[in-house]
């Protein structure tokens, strides 16, 4: 398969039979049909796993209802936080493991896997668990008249919606899955999760740890599919609420299925076409080091990252040659291997995509550097930078999810925030500047759910995360996670 080690413990998952996890259980039917999971640093297939039947999808839904009226309500909102912490320790404790099993997966260089993928999903589920027992409502005075003597008071209590299902897609599966099932478990939702077909095995095994935290069954469930599992869990009356993340067009589907199945409310976390602006005054070696390290962490492969850099003319020169220089001496390699900084794109479908994006760039753009398939076993293609043919270019509009940024100088910051907000997207920006008061004079005109300065693509669990325009509906973490998961019920009482 590869020189490079796998622990044991990770070559003896793989070479389970592969299915769901159900009602505490690890389940298969092995007359569904499987569909393979390939290592993307070697395109070998490493494993194989049962797509979900449509009694497999029923008895999920069934689990997760089970618990939510029972074991998970009658668990206290203490112990609930205490649970999520225990999950979160045996994720640390196991983190070498799942590391390599959703690098083995997905592509994701090893140290990312260890240092982000699996770290933050700790840091981010040791958040929520803190969450537990300060879920509140409010208290109100009515003002409404008094005949007798009469009184009224009034409060609204926070109550978890229900059964959630939780869509994620295969760029970073366990964290946000994490974000999804910490978000349904400490607000008293259960949940069922689909991930990607491409990462379909780590959050499987992360149920597992579920169970060994202390978690009741069935209130954390895993069924793995194609995207017609998704629309099944979608159109399931006993599904309360989506939380999806992925694409533009897939997202828009969900939403209009959700809706239209049962008024289900639905949170979607989408694509972006994100804007890095230079102002005059930028240190050049920081961008640089700033474009490396936030726009082609995990190859591009990240919703958050800037892909469109708008950077003033007069810094244009320097940085696209420094920028050329530093993405030329990363090192490339199979993702297992922890001297790699840049490992392979996901899937043979993405570097597809992707391919056509670099045919597209050569034949009409000024490519500064990179633009090919690196030569080897794999899904490698080489960090790219672009120069866009004016603010219509069409590499400037387009979500490509890969190693491509494409740059375009300004000279005029008015003209620069039109050319920010010229976008069908608004997940994320950033400013590079060291004039915070003009930073502070742009931030408010940007259409964008994250304004970064000096620094893109960072998420912290204690700042609220999505998008505004086409890139979604709703925020993750921070606070602003409870509204969509709990059913805000009001009281008034006479007396
Ligand atoms: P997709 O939208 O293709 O898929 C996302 C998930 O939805 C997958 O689990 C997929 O299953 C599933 N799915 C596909 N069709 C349906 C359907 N009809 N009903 C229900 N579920 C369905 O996205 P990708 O996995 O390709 O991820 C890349 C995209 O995700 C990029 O556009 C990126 O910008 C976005 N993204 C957004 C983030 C954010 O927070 N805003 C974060 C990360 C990524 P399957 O894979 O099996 O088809």
Redesign the pocket.
Known sequence: MTDIQLLPAVQAFLAREHGHFIDGQYQVDSLTPAFAVVDPSTALTVASVHEASAAEVESAVAGAAKAFKGSWAQTLPYVKGVLLNKLADLIEANGDELAQLETVCSGKSINLARGLEIAQSVVFLRYFAGWATKITGETMTPSLPSFAGEQYTAFTRREPVGVVAG??????SVM?GIWKIASALVTGCTVVI?????TPLTLLRIAELAIEAGIPAGVFNVLN???SI??QL?EHPLVRKVA?????P??L??GR?AMAANLTRATL????KNAAAFLADANVDGAVAGIVQTAFVHQGQV?AAPERLYVHRSLVAELTEKLGKALGQLRIGNALDAETQFGPLANSVHFEKILGFFRRAHASNHVVCGGRAVERAGYFVEPTVVMANGADDPLLHE?T?GPIVCVLPFDDEQQLVEWMNDSPYG?TASLWTNDLSKALRLIPQIEAGTVWVNMHTFLDPSVPFG?SKA??VGREFGSAFIEDYTELKSVMIRY
């Open positions: 869509i994620v897609p295969w760029n970073f946000i689909k991930p990607s077909e491409f599919g194609r995207g998704g629309q979608i999806f993340t992925g694409s533009v897939t997202g589907a969900v299925a976390e989408l694509g972006g919703c979500e999810f997940l998008g890139s979604g």
